[in-house]
């Protein structure tokens, strides 16, 4: 069955600084994998997701991430945040193709300071 | 794209009533997504809602606490019945669209007192 991890429940950067989001998955084959962020009050939003090709892909709103399949990971990263950028990020894994339905990690808070 | 409008964004009903949260899309499609998402917990698939067939339900969840209707491709409702405090949750709907991307709702938030 597939997984997905955040070991993270709640970062805190500073404005201005980098980011990084933690995201390590369990899955047999070659995954489908999606950030999304979710702002208060707010529905899911996809930032970004990674098919296969390029190992860097870019998001969204200044977002990357990098899928390292000898890690198991799929970490979110930003080079300088902002603090409309608080909010709740949430990574998942899906099969790829067939009736596709992902599974969540369970997210984790940012929590951005002037 | 696919605009989803979520209704009610919140509510705080009695313990033993029922809440039925509505879903509509501005799009026609095939499947609809039901999603709890309780506090600190990642999102759980309630049961996916098929137009024109009784909705499949994922382990733990059952038709007869969360009854789902789905008349047409642009919508969709979720009831959750009998509620208890354990029922307070972000409930959330989702379609799917262009392969596999998933577009939310603004979700339901509901306290069961």
């Known amino acids: 069955a597939q997984s997905v991890t955040q070991p993270d429940i709640h970062i805190t950067v500073s404005e201005g600084a980098s980011l990084e989001l933690r995201c390590n998955y369990s899955?047999?084959?070659?995954?489908?994998l999606f950030w999304y962020v979710q702002s208060p009050g707010q529905g899911l939003q996809l930032l970004l997701k990674y098919f296969s090709g390029d190992t860097l892909v870019q998001g969204i709103k200044g977002f990357e991430a990098e899928f390292k399949r000898s890690q198991s990971s799929f970490n979110l990263r930003k080079p300088s945040v902002h603090w409309s950028d608080a909010a709740e990020y949430f990574c998942a894994v899906g099969p790829s193709g067939g009736s596709y339905i992902p599974t969540f990690g369970r997210g984790t808070s940012l929590i951005v300071h002037p | 794209s696919a605009v989803i409008s979520q209704k009610p964004s919140r509510d705080i009903c009695q313990r033993g009533t029922s809440l039925t949260i509505q879903c509509q899309v501005d799009s026609q499609v095939t499947m609809m997504f039901w999603y709890r998402q309780q506090p600190g917990q990642s999102l759980t698939l309630i049961a996916t809602a098929n137009q024109g067939s009784e909705a499949t339900y994922e382990s733990g969840f059952v038709i007869d606490k969360f009854p789902i209707s789905r008349p047409n491709l642009t919508f969709s409702t979720l009831t959750v019945s009998n509620m208890s405090p354990e029922d307070s949750s972000i409930y959330l709907c989702?379609?799917?669209?262009?392969?596999?991307?998933?577009?939310f709702g603004s979700g339901t938030q509901l306290s069961v007192l």
């Open positions: 899955y047999g084959a070659t995954p489908y």
């Open positions: 989702s379609v799917r669209v262009s392969g596999e991307k998933l577009f």
